[in-house]
């Protein structure tokens, strides 16, 4: 089996597997889902997820998050972590939305990147969620399993992100990273992954051997 055939047998499993291929991120807006990101860095979806009812609640538009002072945004994102960092950021990430882009999200890799705290991860699942374009968002579990799947061999996020893309097909490729966020919870653990359980385990050339002595 050639990468590219086990990439489309993990992509029709995966599919099978999980029938909604959805953001664990809750969001309303295209800018809401924006600062959600920038808040799940070193953060569950779930710890974010409790958090931002109450952010967005306090900053329900665009200039209500300009208007603010980074004490007062980080007051509401402490248990996220980082808090400090990721309350700049959201500030100056909304400030440039406003002075630069007009208060649009933009819907390029090279304007998302240009906001402040805002990496190719993050631009890759605005892309694929907001916009509806071909992206691989490159996250700690699509890196495992990809890795264990035979599909790469690098924990480099881009490196990971640019061989995905030769072997998907663009069409599937922002679901299949979801995909990969459910299953990696459930059965591919990053310590003891569940392989008898696991949906791609006739194509995985990894099957088990994490179990075996010495790995």
């Known amino acids: 089996m050639t990468k590219k055939q086990r990439a489309q047998a ?3 499993a995966l599919k099978e597997e999980y029938p909604d291929a959805v ?3 809750r969001s309303k807006s295209p800018l809401q889902l924006l600062i959600a990101t920038r808040l799940s860095a070193q953060c569950t979806d779930a710890r974010v997820n409790l958090v931002t009812p109450a952010l967005f609640e306090h900053f329900p538009t665009l200039d209500d998050f300009c208007a603010a002072t980074e004490e007062e945004i980080a007051q509401d994102i ?3 972590g980082l808090y400090k960092t990721k309350a700049r950021d959201i500030l100056a990430m909304c400030r440039k939305l406003r002075d630069e882009f007009n208060g649009v999200v933009p819907d390029t890799l090279e304007q998302l990147t240009s906001l ?3 990496g190719r991860k ?3 699942l605005m892309l694929g969620d907001v916009f509806g374009k071909p992206a691989v968002v490159a996250d700690t579990h699509c890196i495992r399993i990809s ?3 035979g599909l790469c061999a ?3 996020p881009l490196k990971v992100e640019l061989e995905l893309k030769k072997l998907l097909p663009p069409a599937e490729s922002n679901d299949f990273c979801h995909r990969l966020v459910l299953h990696g919870r459930a059965v591919c653990d990053a310590r003891r992954p569940q392989c008898q359980q696991c949906c791609m385990n006739s194509f995985c050339p990894r ?4 179990e075996k002595p010495g790995k």
């Open 10 to 12: 993990a992509v029709n």
């Open 122 to 124: 993050t631009a890759n």
């Open 116 to 118: 402040p705290g805002v």
């Open 78 to 80: 402490r248990s996220c």
């Open 23 to 25: 953001c664990s991120l």
């Open 154 to 156: 690098t924990k480099d």
């Open 207 to 210: 099957v088990g051997a994490e």
């Open 147 to 149: 890795n264990r799947l």
